[in-house]
T-cell receptor, first 111, second 112 residues
C-alpha cells in the first residue's frame, strides 16, 4: 500500500527566499508524480507532472525533481512571493491509476 | 476549453438524507475520479470510472456510489448521510493512463 509523506507540514518564509518542499513515498512502482497547489477551501491546481522516466520538470519559478529509487520528490520554488502562499500537495499515480496524496505542506510567504 | 466543472459548489444536508454531486470532465477526457478531502488532510480516493465502467473503488462504505454517463459526465451519490461525510468532494478528469489529472473546484458538503 502506497504511503506518501510531506515534510514539513507548515513553512513560513520571508518574501524572496528560495525554498524546497519534500515528498516521500514508499512504493517506487509509480507511473508519475504530480504536484498540486490548493488555496483555502478551493480545488486543486496542477503545477507539475513528472513521468516515472523523467528526473525533473520546470515551470517558471517552479522545479520538481523525482528520484524513484529513493522514493523522493522535491518542489523547489525560487524567489518566493506572497501570492505563493497556499497548501502544496504531492500525489503518486500507480498501476491502479488512482492518486495517493500526502497531507500537504502549508506555505506562508511573508511580505 | 472549459475545465472540470462541479455542481453544486456548496450544499447543506441533514443527517440521514441523500445527496447527488455532479461533475463534467474536460472535453476529450474519458476518465473521471472522485476524491473526499476532510479538513487538514490530503484527498482520499473514492471512485474511478473510465468509459462508463468502474475501474476502482476506495475504502468507502456502500452508502457511496457513482456512475458515469455516455457523455463522460459523472454523479457521486451518498445515502444516509452522516456528520462525518462533511468534506470537500473533488472530481478529477484525465485522458487516462499516465497523463495526470485535472481537478474541479469541488463541492463543499456540510451535514448537520
Amino acid at each position: 500500500k502506497q504511503e506518501v509523506t510531506q515534510i514539513p507540514a507548515a513553512l513560513s518564509v520571508p518574501e524572496g527566499e528560495n525554498l524546497v518542499l519534500n515528498c516521500s513515498f514508499t512504493d517506487s512502482a509509480i507511473y508519475n508524480l504530480q504536484w498540486f497547489r490548493q488555496d483555502p477551501g478551493k480545488g486543486l491546481t496542477s503545477l507539475l507532472l513528472i513521468q516515472s522516466s523523467q528526473r525533473e520538470q520546470t515551470s517558471g519559478r517552479l522545479n520538481a525533481s523525482l528520484d524513484k529509487s529513493s522514493g523522493r520528490s522535491t518542489l523547489y520554488i525560487a524567489a518566493s512571493q506572497p501570492g505563493d502562499s497556499a497548501t502544496y500537495l504531492c500525489a503518486t499515480q500507480g498501476g491502479s491509476e488512482k492518486l495517493v496524496f500526502g497531507k500537504g505542506t502549508k506555505l506562508t510567504v511573508n511580505p | 476549453d472549459a475545465g472540470v466543472t462541479q455542481s453544486p459548489t456548496h450544499l447543506i444536508k441533514t443527517r440521514g438524507q441523500h445527496v447527488t454531486l455532479r461533475c463534467s470532465p474536460i472535453s476529450g477526457h474519458k476518465s473521471v475520479s472522485w476524491y473526499q478531502q476532510v479538513l487538514g488532510q490530503g484527498p482520499q480516493f473514492i471512485f474511478q470510472y473510465y468509459e462508463k465502467e468502474e475501474r476502482g473503488r476506495g475504502n468507502f462504505p456502500d452508502r457511496f456510489s457513482a456512475r458515469q454517463f455516455p457523455n463522460y459526465s459523472s454523479e457521486l451519490n451518498v445515502n444516509a448521510l452522516l456528520l462525518g461525510d462533511s468534506a470537500l468532494y473533488l472530481c478529477a478528469s484525465s485522458r487516462g493512463g499516465s497523463y495526470g489529472y485535472t481537478f474541479g473546484s469541488g463541492t463543499r458538503l456540510t451535514v448537520v
